[in-house]
Structure formats: structure tokens, C-alpha cells
């Protein structure tokens, strides 16, 4: 009995852990959200690291091979590495584990809920969407499968479904992960300053009811990415920064002060930033912008190496291929590579994927194709929401100059500036010089 007592303690646990406290936590009053100087991490406690934690779980399902319970909580693990180090391959040893977990005990709700928490993580929308909802309709208790509901129809586009879970789950109490879901909807839907309201209070409540350092940096993250969304980048480098502070070599943060630092026109250690970045993990998206950099610093071949790992990274497994589909197809549009390939992945990813970044990574696709009204019926459904990004104005407006809408153009691209004029390490210059080229125009 105690054996077993302990085994439950621990599961709840992990899941508590992997699943960023759900439910449970008291909200946070406006005058404690937190700032860059006073996040430090410091009153969180020390959580044994997740290597100790797997060979623990290892070691116990050596001893009993037939521990549905224990192989649940070794998945909740490795989804935790797959978190701290951004190595997708975690999520398939936590696949591997949670289907044995099921082998073992069929109807153990907790293995099939991580289960489709880990198809998300995959990008495999409709599995995850699929296997929450069956978990849910046993039990409406089952707050993470409500969770994963939300954000499996948020990845696939369907919005009102996405803010009906986010609703119910508000409901039930205003925890970090509800908070933080109900951010990126506020932003999607043209609202960042309510986005930021939401995700300084997740952040706050996740700095007092914590978890794994790298939970409680994500937060934290996500404010300074918001931050510089919208232009803030003194602000953003500074939350980017705690997160670091909690969360050592965190890959993430790291990027971010890559991105600020470009920003403030600091290539050198921009440069630096990203380096140490795609060191720790060589995401697509990191790589990208590392050999942008090189390339505003006169180092072609040193962007040619970034450039051509990027390509290796993503076409290195069938899981890079689910992750990482999207990002190789903006970064080919971006670059002017293989333009046919990026509008083939973008396509096939919109077919199950009608976000409103799937629309635009298709139309961005179809732009880079020379087939400019298709890309203006695909762009018209990623402003659909009135998403306040940059990029997508940079888009809109670029297709509707080759549309030869000068003055939607110069409007779209006004919005550019005034968001975020500095969106992007290579295109935010052509945004610039294209703006003042209209200007002038219309000025004549």
C-alpha cells in the first residue's frame, strides 16, 4: 500500500509538472505582476533535473516491467527534456512509453491524456483533438484533456471552438496555463495589450505557485515576446533576461536577446546571442536568422552554412518534418529558394492546419510564385482575425503593391511600422525602403 501510495504522489507530480499547475493556483492582484528586476527565480524550488528523474523512472520499471503507472510517469518526463533542451525526439521516447503504459492498462485515462498532449506537441492536431475528446467525455473533470482540446482547435484554426474550451476552463479557475491561452487568443484577435494583461498575470501566478524552472520561464518568455510584438524591445530584452535568470541556457530566451539585439542594430552580439542558441539545440528558426545576420554583416559563407543546416534540420526525420513544415516553408519564400517545395509544404500543411499562420505561409508561398491573387485570397483569410503582427501587414502589403494597390499597400506597410519595425532580421529594411518609396509617390 505504501509502495503504491507513493507511485500516485509521484504521478500527481509530474503531471502537476508537465502540465504547468492547471488548476489550483489563486489569482494574482495587478500590483504584484512582475518586472524584469524583481524575477529572479529564487523562491522556486529545486526540482530534481530531469535526467535524474528519467533514470529513476527507468530503474523502477526495471525492477517491475508491468508498472503502467511508472511508464506514465517516465513519458512525463521525457516530454519535460523535450521542453527544457528542444529536442523533438523526446516526444517520441514519450510516445514509445505511454503506448506500453496503455499495452499495460487500456482505459489509465492519465497515459492517454499525455498521449495526446505529446500528438500535439507532434503537430498532430486531429490525433490530439481526437484522443482529449474521448478522454473528456469519460471525465469532465479531466482538466488538461479540456486544455489540449483548446489548443488542438486553435492550432487547426477553429477559433470560437478554441475560446469555448479557454471559457470553460477560465471558469474553473484563473491559472497560469489558462491565463497564457487566453493571451495568444487576445493577440490573435487584434487585442495585444489585453494579451499582455493576461500573460504578466500568468506570469506572476506561475512565479508564486511554480513548477520546473523552465515552466516558470516560459511565462516569463512570452511576456518579452509580446513585448517586442509590439515594438518594446528595452522591455522585452529585460523579461528575456529573468527568464534566463530562472532558467539557465534557456535556447528560447537566448534567441530573444539574438532578436532584440538586432533590433537595437547590435549585430555583433546578436550574433553572439544566436550562436549560443542554436548551440544548445539548432532549431530551423534560430539557424534562419543567425545566417540573416551573416548576411547584413557581409559573411556569406557564414550564412551559407546556416542556411543549408536549416534545410539539413528539417528534412532530417519524419518528426522534424511535422515540427518543423512550416518554418521550411517561410524560410524558403524568404530566401528565394526552391519556391515550388515551399509552396507545396505550405499547401499541404493548410489542408489540416487553417490557422491563420497557415494562410499566410501560403500566400507568402504563392506571392514568392508569382501567382499574386491567389496569394491575395489566401492573405485575406489570415487578416481575417485583425492580428495585429507585422509580418502578416508586411505581406499583405507587398501583394497588393504587385496587385498594383499602391495605397492599401502604403497603408499595410504603415501598419508595419508602427507595430513592430523591426519584425524581421531581412525584411524589415525592405519594408522601410518600400514604404518611402510609395510615399514619395503618393506625395508627388
Known amino acids: 500500500m505504501n509502495k503504491r501510495k507513493t507511485i500516485l504522489q509521484g504521478l500527481s507530480i509530474v503531471l502537476i509538472l508537465s502540465f504547468s499547475n492547471i488548476s489550483g493556483s489563486p489569482s494574482i492582484s495587478s500590483d504584484r505582476l512582475p518586472t524584469p528586476e524583481n524575477i529572479d527565480g529564487s523562491t522556486l524550488a529545486n526540482i530534481p533535473s530531469v535526467d535524474v528523474a528519467i533514470q529513476s523512472f527507468q530503474a523502477r520499471i526495471k525492477q517491475n516491467p508491468q508498472d503502467a503507472v511508472t511508464y506514465t510517469l517516465l513519458a512525463g518526463q521525457y516530454i519535460r527534456q523535450a521542453r527544457e533542451t528542444g529536442d523533438v525526439t523526446g516526444y517520441q521516447r514519450a510516445e514509445s512509453v505511454l503506448k506500453e503504459s496503455l499495452t499495460l492498462l487500456p482505459e489509465y485515462t ?37 486544455v489540449i482540446i483548446g489548443d488542438a482547435q486553435l492550432s487547426l484554426g477553429n ?139 557581409n559573411q556569406p559563407e557564414q550564412a551559407q552554412v546556416q542556411y543549408k543546416t536549416v534545410e539539413y534540420i528539417g528534412k532530417l526525420a519524419g518528426i522534424n518534418k511535422q515540427v518543423y513544415n512550416r518554418q521550411l516553408a517561410n524560410f524558403y519564400s524568404d530566401h528565394d529558394l526552391h519556391v515550388r517545395e515551399a509552396l507545396r509544404l505550405a499547401l499541404v500543411e493548410l489542408e489540416s492546419r487553417k490557422d491563420v499562420y497557415g494562410y499566410d505561409a501560403a500566400a507568402w508561398a504563392q506571392y514568392k510564385n508569382g501567382n499574386f491573387k491567389g496569394a491575395q485570397a489566401l492573405m485575406d483569410q489570415a487578416l481575417t482575425l485583425g492580428t495585429h503582427d507585422a509580418l502578416l501587414y508586411y505581406h499583405a502589403g507587398m501583394i497588393a503593391l504587385k496587385l498594383g494597390e499602391e495605397a492599401q499597400a502604403r497603408k499595410f506597410l504603415e501598419q508595419v511600422m508602427e507595430i513592430n519595425p523591426h519584425f524581421s532580421i531581412l525584411q524589415s529594411e525592405q519594408a522601410r525602403i518600400t514604404l518611402q518609396s510609395l510615399q514619395l509617390k503618393a506625395a508627388k
Open 110 to 146: 492519465p497515459a492517454s491524456t499525455s498521449l495526446a498532449s505529446v500528438y500535439y506537441a507532434r503537430h498532430e492536431f486531429m490525433k490530439a483533438l481526437e484522443l482529449a475528446q474521448k478522454d473528456y467525455e469519460k471525465n469532465s473533470k479531466n482538466t488538461q484533456a479540456l
Open 159 to 297: 477559433y470560437q471552438e478554441a475560446e469555448t474550451a479557454y471559457q470553460q476552463l477560465y471558469e474553473k479557475g484563473a491559472t497560469p496555463p489558462v491565463l497564457a491561452r487566453l493571451a495568444a487568443l487576445e493577440e490573435l484577435k487584434g487585442n495585444p495589450r489585453q494579451g499582455l494583461e493576461f500573460m504578466r498575470r500568468a506570469a506572476g501566478e506561475a512565479l508564486q505557485s511554480g513548477g520546473t524552472r523552465e515552466s516558470v520561464a516560459w511565462y516569463v518568455l512570452r511576456v518579452a515576446d509580446l513585448y517586442f510584438n509590439t515594438g518594446q524591445y528595452k522591455q522585452a530584452g529585460g523579461y528575456y533576461e529573468a527568464a534566463l535568470r530562472i532558467f539557465g541556457n534557456y535556447h528560447l530566451a537566448l534567441a530573444g536577446l539574438g532578436k532584440v539585439s538586432a533590433a537595437q542594430g547590435d549585430y555583433e552580439k546578436a550574433i553572439a546571442y544566436y550562436q549560443q542558441a542554436v548551440n544548445i539545440i539548432p532549431q530551423p528558426d534560430h539557424l534562419a536568422a543567425l545566417g540573416d545576420l551573416y548576411t547584413l554583416t
